[in-house]
């Protein structure tokens, strides 16, 4: 009995492979920071994303979201606020308690983030086939789905 040949072998360094395919995705997605005003660090645009997906967050979480100690994410607070993106008040229970939420500003630079990064990713899959982009979103979500299971990433989008 003949043997059947998948006509896409993977590669032998799939790990490779996929890490090019990822930069050419990231590459993308990073062209539609290139068209945000006011211009926002890959850091302060992580800030303001934790920042929207908790609503109210106080300087301590925003801190150990980040990864950050919190005097380096009052200091990246202090620039947001500058620029008029982000809001600091005091907290409900607690006064000393400063809690952040984004301004009409802070949320237009990320809605049109989005719609940009949405736009530069519609380029690049209105020029593939539609096997390949359903094969990209299928692979996509199987990925995402055991990067969830290997606790990676959040369950939430967001």
Do not use: Y
Request: hydrophobic share 45%; charged share 25%; with cysteine.
């Amino acid at each position: 009995m003949a043997q059947v040949r998948d006509p896409h072998p993977l590669p032998a360094d799939l790990p490779a492979a996929v890490a090019a395919a990822a930069e050419a995705l990231v590459t993308a997605w990073g062209h539609g920071t290139e068209t945000t005003h006011p211009k926002v660090s890959p850091s302060q645009l992580r800030a303001l994303l934790v920042v929207e997906r908790h609503h109210d967050i106080n300087l301590g979480g925003l801190a150990e979201e980040l990864g950050a100690i919190p005097s380096s994410a009052s200091r990246l607070c202090d620039r947001l606020q500058a620029a008029g993106l982000l809001a600091r008040r005091g907290g409900r229970a607690d006064r000393r308690e400063v809690t952040l939420t984004l301004t009409g500003d802070g949320q237009r630079v990320l809605n049109h983030l989005r719609t940009a990064r949405r736009a530069e990713l519609g380029r690049v899959l209105d020029a593939m086939t539609l096997v390949g982009r359903s094969a990209l979103l299928a692979g996509l979500e199987e990925f995402r789905a055991v990067a969830v299971e290997l606790g990676l990433v959040r369950q939430d989008p967001g």
